[in-house]
């Protein structure tokens, strides 16, 4: 199993930065990784919300069934991954007083794991800093998004 956590302090309000990452279609706009998502019920937010997304790392693609296991408002969400790897992933948000501003604490976690035919806990070893590396690039573009000037 891999066990992956990547954080970004953010420069804008956490509302303002839950709004993006609440608006699970836009994450294929931040996420070097997510090539597509396809929602597969009729929910879009929340507990419950369903969808399959296309990973790409590299050469290699998946389609990603995700759920979402938790959903605290403003705060956090939970997904669960099943697939060719599965585990569960996590978003959290904490706000943090700084100097002169607002600022936000990002961060993602995942647990991980990848099926024996792939190599197992071998593949888990080579993944973990590739990972590591694509998500700390997401949560930049995230940034990037929520401290962007207004047109």
């Not at 998946?62 to 991954?81: A, F, L, P, Q, Y």
């Not at 948000?93 to 002169?100: H, I, P, Q």
């Not at 993944?127 to 207004?150: Q, Y």
Request: glycine share 10%; proline share 5%; hydrophobic share 40%.
């Amino acid at each position: 199993m891999a066990r992956i956590r990547v954080r970004e302090v953010v420069d804008a309000p956490a509302g303002l930065v839950w709004t993006e990452l609440s608006d699970i279609a836009s994450h294929v706009e931040w996420m070097a990784d997510a090539a597509a998502i396809r929602f597969t019920g009729d929910r879009h937010q929340g507990v419950g919300t369903t969808f399959d997304c296309v990973t790409r790392v590299g050469p290699l693609r998946t389609v990603d069934r995700m759920t979402v296991t938790s959903w605290v408002e403003g705060r956090e969400i939970g997904v669960r991954h099943e697939g060719l790897v599965t585990g569960e992933g996590r978003f959290t948000l904490r706000r943090r007083w700084r100097g002169r501003g607002d600022r936000t604490v990002v961060s993602w976690s995942e647990r991980l794991r990848f099926p024996w035919y792939i190599g197992g806990p071998v593949t888990a070893v080579l993944a973990k800093p590739i990972l590591r590396r694509i998500w700390r690039g997401n949560l930049r573009r995230l940034a990037a998004r929520c401290t962007a000037p207004s047109p």
